[in-house]
């Protein structure tokens, strides 16, 4: 082999070469991109089988709260979902309710008064009644009222 046929045959690899690492990045480009697309792919279909049902997504979520049987009548019990605390109060007369524990005034904590059977703030001494009505002092609304279940005498409060 001579010099010219030696440098033909190096630039012809070279070529080959450039050729074979183009393919090569563009099969691992596509299989990066076809990787990606099943992931998606997967994502889309997990989520839609593992949705709720569509009872559950049309009334929001339900968290149980206890037994009816557990509140005496003219006692309340204060729970916690996530940030929001929730009082769940049984009137003297054995109904249940669930109401917002947060203030309209400003928000603070109320508390359930079992002697007086109002609902309480501590920071201003403003008062509701067992619906939620304000009865006294500066709240401007009264509390917001969470639905309410009561199933085979446990009680359960959409959220
Ligand atoms: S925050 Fe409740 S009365 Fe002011």
Redesign the pocket.
């Known amino acids: 082999m001579n010099d010219k046929e030696q440098i033909k045959s190096v630039e012809s690899d070279r070529a080959a070469d450039e050729v074979f690492s183009r393919r090569g990045m563009l099969r691992w480009m596509a299989g990066v991109f076809l990787s990606l697309w099943a992931f998606g792919a997967f994502w889309v279909a997990a989520g839609f089988l593992m949705a709720p049902g569509a009872e559950e997504h049309a009334m929001g979520q339900m968290i149980s709260v206890g037994e009816v049987a557990s509140l005496s009548p003219g006692d309340a019990r204060l729970i916690h979902h996530r940030s929001q605390p929730i009082l769940v109060i049984r009137d003297l007369s054995g109904e249940v309710a669930a109401l917002s524990a947060i203030?309209t005034?400003?928000?603070?904590v109320l508390h359930w008064d079992s002697q007086a059977q109002v609902i309480r703030?501590p920071?201003?001494?403003?008062t509701f009644d067992v619906d939620g009505n304000v009865l006294s002092?500066?709240?401007p609304r009264p509390l917001a009222r969470f639905v309410l279940e009561v199933r085979l005498g446990e009680i359960f409060v959409h959220v």
């Open positions: 203030c005034h400003m928000r603070c703030c920071c201003h001494g403003g002092g500066p709240p």
